[in-house]
Structure formats: structure tokens, C-alpha cells
């Protein structure tokens, strides 16, 4: 079936600053747990919205209204209107710099196309929301090599008579999805509520980053990664174009399933002996987690009878909030980044196994539950094994969590049709949310060939059967 195609139209590329003298210069040093994030791509996300208004309508009532409260809402959220510098390697570390004028790119577009066709679920060519994503302004190299990279970047897309699309690229290295959602959310509601600023000052944006206590030494272990693999690091800000093959679809583990998937797990303990030693950590993001592992793993190798070299390892990685599981305290509103990063692995021939959820499990459960006590166990090596895992090849990774609450992201136009994290055609990565028409369900993102996105499908059916 041939694409729909899409075209856009600019009608409008300014810049939003916080109001004029609200915020002093400010400079932000990074935190140990910032720096891994160096070495990170943008984030993409994009909030669809249905807004069934003509764009006369939008120019005139709602983006006004959108612009304004942006600023107001930069005004608490300043580091993203900020720049990162980046010094030379080995002389000073890299820190957010805010100065009064600095501001965050905002394109406005008018767009033609099928809008139900891009909030469907079903696989659609991934090169078609590319159309609605930010670019980043180039960085700015001084002669001492100094480079300053801008932070956010924001397009506006209008369907008319359908549909707004709100977009965002930004550097993970300034906020985590904890953090970002915390803007976005307080920009939300401060557009929906007419600029009534009581919003943002019962949650007020946390940004001290003394805070963050390092009594191992992890800030400069981390800095000399990053300078080690720094000068192989480039500013690919924008997405590749090699996509002619790719697609993406949503699927969604219904709360039905997630719980007969947790009985199911249950059931297995009581018939493994092993297991009396310790009893099992079984969340709703374990066992999502979990299911979607075994069946990427068993769709990559769908129809093959030869299953040689069992032991090759398979990883999988995802992270922990630790705002709350540090030996310090840190603000729930804590803007910046606080997250550990966790690895597991397991053999092929575990995952491919009569009870490779269960084996799935294990390992997930038993990282959660260890992030949990001891969040820094191990983060020394963070960033060597993110790097000596993914030159596998066989590593799959997470992003976002059903407890970011994208659905509660209202500008006043209701709950997004749909949200979708557009780096992963590039990442790789799953994406995960809550549902948006399931209480306790969660949607689960893909970008995969067409071929594979077949295969995909046809286990993760076939598997929900089991539950």
C-alpha cells in the first residue's frame, strides 16, 4: 500500500525567550550523573492533538496563547533556553551557560496529509513524522575549540480543521524523561489555564546540582570517558535518511495480560525449587519489559531451525529514577538528570527457551530490585559497558517508562491522541507509556524493518494467547 505522503509549509520561525530580565546569567556545572548523557543523540518526542479548528483559528487564538506561556514557563525552566560549552578536552568539564537573550528556536508549519493515519497504531512508514520534528541550530565552534550546542528546539504543526502536532528535540545531558515531562507538563498547564502561574509555583523546578554529593570520585571517571570518546563525537543532531525499509507501530499489553503474565510468573516460582531462596520482583514493568525481550529476540530469529551457539549473550538495558533511592536526599523536582543505568544479560538459548520470560524476569526483577538499595552499585563502569554492549550488537534498550504520565500532557485541548518518541528509528531503542485507553495497560513503541515488524507481530500475538 503506498504511503500517504505529507507536505509542510513554514509560516512562521521566531525565537521564545523567558520575559526580558527574569532570569540572571546563570551557570549550571553538570553532576556525575549528567555527564554519561554527553555521549547521547537528541531526544524526539512529538504530542499529537486532535484541535478540529481552522489554522486562521490557531494563528489568531492559540498560538499566542502557546508562545506567551512557553516564555512564562522558561522563565522556571531557563536551562533549556541555555547552551551547553564544551571546553577542550582535558581542561575544564562542560557546563550549562544561561545569559539574558538566549532563547529556544520556534517553528511554526502548516501541514497537508492524513492525520488519523499518523496516530494510528499500525505500521507506518517512519520517515512520515520526520516531517514534524525540530532540528537543532548548529553548534558554535570558537577558535580555542570551544563548542557551544544549543539545548531545545520546538516546532508547532497545524492540521487543519484536524489536528495539532507539538514537537521537541532536546539534549538528554539537561533533562531526564522525569525532568523534561515536568516542563512539559507545567507549560501544559499554564496554556490551558490562561498563564495562571499558582501551576508552576506548587512545583517549582529544582536546580542546584550540589545536591548531587559524588564520595566516589564518579564525576571525573565519567569526564575522562567522555574526553577519551569525545573527539570522535560529532554533531549528528538530525536523522538519517536510509529509512526506506523502516516502519513503526505501536502495540499495547492490555492490564488483562500484564496480570496474567504476573500470574504466570508466580506459577513458575512455586514450580522452581531455585527459587526458594529469594522471592521474585514482579512489577508491571518487569513483566512488560520482560515479554517484549523474548519476543524481539524470538522474532529475530522467526522460521530459523538452527539454533547454534546458544551461550551468545543477550543484554538488555533500561534505567532507574533515583531521586528517592540515593544515600542523600534529592527534590522530587529535581531538573537535571538522576537516573542509574542498568544492564542484565542472558544466553540465547534462555531467551529462545520453553521459560525465557520467566529467565527474563529473573535478571530484570533482580537489577530493579538491587536499584532500589544500591542505585550506584557498579557506576563506575556505566558508560565502558553501555559502550562494550551495544558494539554487540545484541543489546536492546529502553525509553521512556509508563510512569512519565505522557497522557497528562493537556494544553487544553484534551489528552494527546498520541505521543511517539521519534529517535528510536535511529536508536533502535523500545519506546514505553502509559496507555492512553487502558487504565494499567502500557503502549510499547517499535521501529523495525517491514520484514521484522512482521515477524514481530506474529510472536507477540501468538504469545499474548499464552496469557
Known amino acids: 500500500m503506498a504511503q500517504p505522503l505529507y507536505t509542510v509549509t513554514v509560516m512562521e520561525q521566531s525565537q521564545v525567550a523567558p520575559p526580558p530580565s527574569s532570569v540572571p546569567a546563570t551557570t549550571i556545572p553538570l553532576s556525575f550523573f549528567d555527564i554519561p548523557w554527553l555521549l547521547c543523540r537528541p531526544m524526539q518526542r512529538l504530542f499529537f492533538y486532535e ?5 486562521n483559528y490557531f494563528t489568531q487564538a492559540i498560538l499566542p496563547t502557546l508562545k506567551h506561556s512557553l516564555s512564562l ?21 562542560p557546563y550549562i551557560l544561561y545569559a539574558e537573550g538566549n532563547s529556544v528556536p520556534f517553528t511554526v508549519v502548516e501541514a497537508a496529509g492524513d492525520f488519523n493515519h ?13 516531517h514534524f520534528v525540530p532540528q ?3 553548534t558554535h565552534v570558537s577558535s580555542d575549540k570551544t563548542r557551544v550546542i544549543p539545548l531545545m528546539a520546538m516546532q508547532v504543526t497545524v492540521f487543519p480543521n484536524e489536528g495539532i502536532c507539538i514537537g521537541i528535540t532536546f539534549c538528554h545531558m539537561a533533562a531526564d524523561g522525569r525532568a523534561f515531562h515536568h516542563f512539559m507538563k507545567s507549560w501544559a498547564s499554564l496554556c490551558r489555564t490562561g498563564g495562571d ?8 523546578p529544582f536546580h542546584d546540582r550540589a545536591v548531587m554529593k559524588d564520595p566516589n570520585g564518579l564525576e571525573q571517571n565519567f569526564l575522562e570517558d567522555w574526553w577519551n570518546w569525545g573527539s570522535a563525537w560529532t554533531d549528528d543532531t538530525g536523522l538519517i535518511n536510509d529509512f526506506a525499509e523502516k516502519v513503526r507501530a505501536t502495540f499495547v499489553l492490555g492490564r488483562a495480560h ?3 503474565l504476573k500470574q504466570w510468573v508466580k506459577g513458575q516460582c512455586m514450580n522452581k525449587e531455585a527459587l526458594e531462596l529469594e522471592p521474585l520482583h514482579v512489577s508491571t514493568f518487569v513483566v512488560t519489559c520482560a515479554f517484549i525481550w523474548v519476543c524481539l529476540i524470538k522474532s529475530q530469529y522467526n522460521g530459523a531451525s538452527d539454533f547454534s551457539d546458544n551461550s551468545e549473550l543477550f543484554y538488555f538495558a533500561f534505567v532507574a529514577d533515583c531521586r528517592n533511592r540515593l544515600k542523600f536526599p534529592v527534590p522530587s523536582t529535581y531538573f537535571g538528570n538522576c537516573l542509574a543505568i542498568c544492564i542484565v544479560a542472558l544466553e540465547k538459548g534462555e531467551l529462545l527457551g520453553e521459560t525465557g520470560i520467566f529467565e527474563a524476569v529473573k535478571v530484570i526483577g533482580n537489577k530493579v530490585r538491587q536499584s532500589e538499595t544500591e542505585a550506584l552499585r557498579g557506576a563506575e563502569t556505566w558508560l565502558l559497558d553501555w ?7 545484541t543489546l536492546v534498550t529502553v525509553a521512556g517508562s509508563p510512569r512519565l504520565g505522557v497522557y497528562e500532557t493537556d494544553f487544553g485541548w484534551g489528552r494527546p491522541k498520541k505521543s511517539e518518541v521519534v529517535h528510536i528509528d535511529v536508536t533502535g531503542a523500545v519506546s514505553l507509556a502509559e496507555c492512553r485507553d487502558e487504565e494499567g495497560g502500557i ?12 515477524h514481530f507481530t506474529a510472536i507477540w500475538e501468538q504469545s499474548l494467547k499464552l496469557f
Not at 51 to 55: E, M, V
Open 443 to 454: 503502549e510499547v513503541g517499535l521501529a523495525l524493518s517491514r520484514k521484522n515488524i512482521a
Open 197 to 204: 502561574l499558582t501551576c508552576l509555583d506548587r512545583s517549582p
Open 51 to 55: 484541535a478540529p479548528q481552522p489554522t
Open 387 to 393: 559502550k562494550e554492549k551495544s558494539e554487540t550488537g
Open 258 to 260: 500484564i496480570e496474567g
Open 73 to 93: 514557563t522558561l522563565q522556571r525552566f531557563f536551562p533549556l533556553a541555555a547552551n551547553l560549552v564544551c571546553p577542550p578536552p582535558q581542561t575544564h568539564k
Open 118 to 130: 499518523l496516530v494510528a497504531s499500525y505500521p507506518r512508514d517512519v520517515r512520515e513524522l520526520h
Open 136 to 138: 537543532l541550530p548548529p
